[in-house]
């Protein structure tokens, strides 16, 4: 298990200036630091459908993307390897930061509601496999699909220090979202901008209330030593907004601008997202190398691989595809996705996908086959 450290940030908002859309009022900090245990399984596993809108995917390409990104992390705290992540080529760096962002916003809302089960936590469903819905740029990176709960995410990584106060680019992203989470009845809405060093991994996550729909506790854990505390994020029922201005004038909305919005409903794109998620798990599936396993009674198709791109071996990697969904009370019986055990193992099962880490090399398969 590795550690981050979360900062939590809550968002008001005020009636749009130019159309009928809200814009952000005031950002505020809700909670002390918090460390935040990471498993790396489940932080990598959204990044093996965060794929473009059309074309292949082949599991070979996808296999060698993943164990890119693995090889650029370490260590307990979680960071980055930052000598050699600073060596390579801007646009290497750039989907490395991509990539943990995306992972990270995941690994920040499972542990929001404490999804243990791999059995019954949601797929996350990147929205940008739905570009034929709507050729604007205003929905957000991902849906988490539950039932009772649908949650839209956005994810950002950058590869320098943390900002010590709420940037001008996080308040524009974040205004640039509310348009269609107003469009769909105040839809949840989570945005989290994750900043990787050398010396460990911060997380930012912005929520509209101060804490996301359904939370039952804080997210994470306090700090081992003493900090000053802001407003602790359960300790009021409601945060304190900043004095309301009179309302502006609304405006028309404009036509044909960047306001233009998806008119699929949240749960009609989830939809349409969730059978090209199907597709992209048979087109990984049929170019997958067969070792004969199977996993849960499925036969799965993959290959390990060493984590030895960047130097010495540190590990293995999987990332396995099984032939089809294995039932909740098989999946229910497998090693726990969210703790490392002693032989360094994290493995993960969602779905039809299988990913596993461990500190073994070689082709550990006793690890997770039958």
């Known amino acids: ?58 599991y070979e390409t ?9 090889c650029y992390l370490d260590g307990n705290p979680l960071r980055l390897r930052d000598e050699p992540f600073r060596a390579s080529a801007a646009h290497i760096r750039r ?9 990270m916003l995941t690994a920040t809302v499972q542990a929001a509601y404490q999804w243990q089960d791999p059995a ?20 957000p990176d991902l849906l988490f699909d539950r039932p009772g709960l649908t949650l839209a995410g956005e ?23 509310l348009p269609w989470s107003h469009h769909h009845g105040t839809h949840p809405l989570a945005m989290s901008w994750a900043y990787a060093t050398g010396l460990g991994m911060t997380v930012d996550l912005f929520t509209r209330s101060g804490r996301l729909p359904g939370m039952l506790g804080p997210i994470g854990q306090p700090l081992p030593s003493p900090m000053p505390t802001q407003t602790d994020l359960f300790d009021q029922d409601q945060l304190d907004a900043p004095a309301r201005q009179p309302e502006p004038p609304v405006a028309p909305a404009r036509r044909g601008g960047t306001r233009d919005l998806d008119r699929s409903s949240a749960r009609e794109l989830t939809l349409r997202i969730s059978q090209r998620v199907g597709d992209i798990a048979d087109q990984l599936y049929a170019t997958a190398p067969d070792p004969g396993i199977h996993v849960g009674g499925q036969r799965m198709r993959g290959a390990w691989v060493a984590l030895d791109l960047l130097g010495t071996s540190s590990g293995s990697f999987l990332l396995g595809v099984l032939d ?40 550990p398969w006793h690890l997770v086959a039958d």
């Open 1 to 58: 298990m590795a550690w981050i450290t979360l900062r939590q940030f809550a968002w008001t908002e005020r009636p749009g200036y130019v159309d009928p859309y809200p814009e952000v009022d005031g950002i505020h900090r809700v909670a002390a630091d918090r460390l935040l245990p990471i498993d790396l399984s489940y932080a990598i596993s959204v990044n093996a459908l965060a794929v473009p809108a059309s074309g292949p995917v082949r």
């Open 62 to 70: 996808r296999q060698h993307e993943l164990r890119l990104v693995l």
């Open 95 to 103: 989907f490395v930061s991509e990539s943990i962002g995306l992972g």
């Open 120 to 139: 019954t936590h949601i797929d996350a469903l990147p929205t940008a496999l739905a570009g034929h819905v709507s050729a604007t740029k205003n929905r």
């Open 155 to 177: 994810a950002r990584g950058r590869s320098e220090a943390p900002p010590t106060r709420v940037t001008a680019q996080q308040r524009d992203r974040l205004n640039s979202l």
């Open 324 to 363: 089809g969904p294995i039932s909740a009370e098989i999946n229910a019986r497998l090693r726990p996705s969210n703790q490392f055990e002693d032989d360094g193992l994290s493995a993960h099962v969602s779905g039809r996908l299988v990913i596993a880490i461990t500190k073994e090399n070689g082709q």
